[in-house]
């Protein structure tokens, strides 16, 4: 069975040890919403919303431990996210997700951004840095 729980500081040191397996940034829990996917009693998965301002959100660190791909957790954690996000009314919710990871998101309702002008100079920075941090290519995505 699966569930979603939000995180709780208890938690913290075991998300960033997934996040530095993925080679993620490091969380905090102060400016973020946290999502724990449990796979039959067990932790299989994770990611967050990192609050960008009062309207944006950013969702990101979405992660399945390797026991547990296939089992659409992955899913289950971005629907799980877009909810929360919806219940705190944040307007705007971007994603930057590795190109072949399109399909993925935007069946969730994420669209690729063209026109960067009235995206957040901190999303922008994110995105940015992410370009030239990996070598696959990165895409930046709006709810």
């Given at each position: 069975m699966l569930h979603i729980v939000?995180?709780?500081l208890d938690d913290l040191q075991w998300i960033n040890s997934q996040y530095e397996k993925a080679d993620f940034v490091p969380s905090h829990l102060d400016n973020e919403e946290i999502g724990i996917a449990y796979f039959n009693g067990q932790k299989a998965g994770l990611g967050r919303l990192v609050k960008v301002d009062e309207n944006t959100f950013e969702m990101g660190g979405i992660y399945t431990l390797e026991d547990y791909r296939g089992k659409k957790i992955a899913d289950s954690i971005v629907a799980f996210l877009i909810k929360e996000a919806r219940k705190l009314q944040i307007q705007n919710v971007y994603c930057i997700p590795f190109e072949h990871l399109k399909p993925f998101y935007s069946k969730h309702g994420f669209q690729?951004?063209?026109?960067?002008?009235?995206?957040?100079k901190l999303v922008i920075d994110k995105y940015n840095w992410c370009l030239e941090q990996y070598d696959i290519k990165t895409l930046l995505m709006k709810l």
């Open positions: 939000k995180a709780k690729e951004v063209v026109d960067l002008a009235a995206v957040p």
